[in-house]
C-alpha cells in the first residue's frame, strides 16, 4: 500500500477558489475595475502568479494591487472555506492506517489556519508553505526534500493535485502522481491516476504495490 502521500492545498483538499475569486475581484474593484469571475477563475486555475501577472499587464497596474490582494487573501475566514467531500474522512482513516501525509502549498501560513479550523493539523506529518522558500511548483526541490528527509521509498510514495505543477513534479523525482479533477482543470501531462472523488483514492492507497 501508499506509505507517503504528498498533498496539494488548493483546489485539491480544500474548495478555496470561491472566496480566492472574490479577494480578486475586490482587488481589481478597488482599482476601479469591473471583472467577470468566471474569467478571474479561468487564471487562476493556472496559477495565482499567472493570474497577477495577467491583469496587472492588462490594466497596468501597480504593487498596490498585489499587495491588496494578497491581504484579502490571507484574511479570508476559516469558516468560508470548506474542505472537499471526503477530505476529512480519507485523511483521518490515511492516518489510521499508519500512512503519512504532506502539503506543499504555495499559499502561506493561512493553510495552518484552514487546517486548524477543521481539526486536521494532526493528519500531517509535515506542511511545506512558502515561508520555507523553495522554488514554485512544477520545480521538484520540495518534494525532493521531502523525499530525502523522511527516506521515503518512491514505489509507495504518491503525489496528488489538480494541476500539472504536481504531475510534473512528481516526474521529474520518479513519484507516481494522482490528478484529482476538482474544477474542470485542462491537464496537458497524464498522470498515473486520474479521480473525480476522494472516495476514490482508497482503492489507490490500498492496493498499490
Request: hydrophobic share 35%; with cysteine; proline share 3%.
Amino acid at each position: 500500500m501508499i506509505k507517503d502521500i504528498i498533498w496539494d492545498f488548493d483546489g485539491t483538499l480544500f474548495d478555496t477558489y470561491p472566496e480566492t475569486v472574490k479577494a480578486f475581484k475586490k482587488s481589481l474593484s478597488d482599482n476601479g475595475i469591473v471583472e467577470d469571475m468566471k474569467n478571474i477563475l479561468n487564471y487562476l486555475k493556472v496559477s495565482d502568479g499567472f493570474a497577477i501577472e495577467h491583469f496587472k499587464q492588462l490594466y497596468e497596474l501597480d504593487d498596490s494591487f498585489i499587495i491588496k490582494y494578497n491581504f484579502y487573501k490571507n484574511n479570508i475566514k476559516p469558516e468560508m472555506v470548506k474542505p472537499f467531500p471526503f477530505t476529512i474522512e480519507i485523511l483521518k482513516e490515511l492516518t489510521k492506517m499508519g500512512c503519512r501525509n504532506y502539503i506543499i502549498t504555495h499559499r502561506g501560513d493561512s493553510t495552518l489556519k484552514f487546517l486548524k479550523h477543521y481539526n486536521l493539523l494532526e493528519c500531517f506529518t509535515e506542511i511545506i508553505t512558502k515561508k520555507y522558500g523553495f522554488k514554485r511548483k512544477p520545480d521538484p526541490e520540495a518534494f525532493i526534500y521531502l523525499i530525502e528527509k523522511y527516506k521515503m521509498n518512491k514505489s509507495k510514495t504518491l503525489i496528488i493535485g489538480d494541476r500539472d505543477y504536481e504531475i510534473l513534479a512528481g516526474k521529474a523525482c520518479g513519484i507516481r502522481t494522482c490528478l484529482y479533477d476538482t474544477n474542470n482543470i485542462s491537464s496537458k501531462e497524464k498522470p498515473d491516476f486520474y479521480i473525480t472523488s476522494l472516495k476514490n483514492l482508497m482503492d489507490i492507497a490500498k492496493f498499490q504495490k
